[in-house]
């Protein structure tokens, strides 16, 4: 933004309606009054009541837990879960690997096991450098260059769990495209 301020000034000229309505919808732990589990807990099941579809916190590794942090999860896990059935929304918790990690897997997500345990999908997504792989996409099997590649960790029903697809990031736009599913990782 700071390399291009004139652009920017323009698109934010351009989207001020759209990014006003977004906004309304965002909260940070300041503005919530929530910094740990339990309050968490509570503005979730707020949200839900007042028919919110879709409820994300992230990242979730902010909350301050208290007690033993394994307990704190599991609790926390097991209320959100109440909360999404009770009123038919979704919660997506957004995490980070443990430190030093450079390959997320499922195994291991900053927080409690129970993150990995009692979560019904887990889904990761890796920065990398272009790297070409073999992907099916819906003009066929073609190897491709990707510089970001989501993993299905965990899956409801099992299918897709394990699956990777490849994506392109562009910095210049600030967007994803995805460009299909891995068949096969180029060496």
């Not at 209320?79 to 059935?85: G, H, P």
């Not at 920065?127 to 510089?147: F, L």
Request: a positive charge; one cysteine or more; charged letters at 25%.
């Amino acid at each position: 933004m700071a390399a291009n301020g004139d652009r920017t000034r323009e698109l934010l000229n351009q989207h001020t309606d759209r990014l006003e309505l977004l906004a309304r919808h965002l909260w940070t732990s300041e503005t919530l009054g929530a910094e740990t589990l339990e309050q968490l807990t509570e503005w979730t099941a707020t949200q839900a009541k007042q028919g919110r579809r879709i409820i994300c916190v992230d990242p979730i590794t902010a909350a301050a837990r208290t007690g033993k942090p394994w307990v704190a999860d599991l609790a926390f896990l097991r209320s959100i879960k109440r909360t999404a059935t009770d009123y038919g929304c979704s919660v997506v918790l957004v995490t980070h690997p443990q430190r030093g990690v450079t390959e997320p897997t499922r195994e291991n997500l900053a927080g409690s096991a129970a993150y990995e345990r009692f979560s019904e999908t887990i889904i990761t997504l890796a920065n990398h450098d272009d790297k070409e792989a073999t992907v099916k996409t819906s003009m066929g099997t073609i190897p491709m260059k990707h510089n970001r590649t989501v993993r299905i960790e965990k899956a409801r029903n099992g299918r897709g769990t394990g699956c990777r697809l490849a994506f392109r990031f562009d910095s210049d736009s600030l967007t994803m495209s995805e460009i299909g599913l891995i068949v096969k990782e180029d060496k």
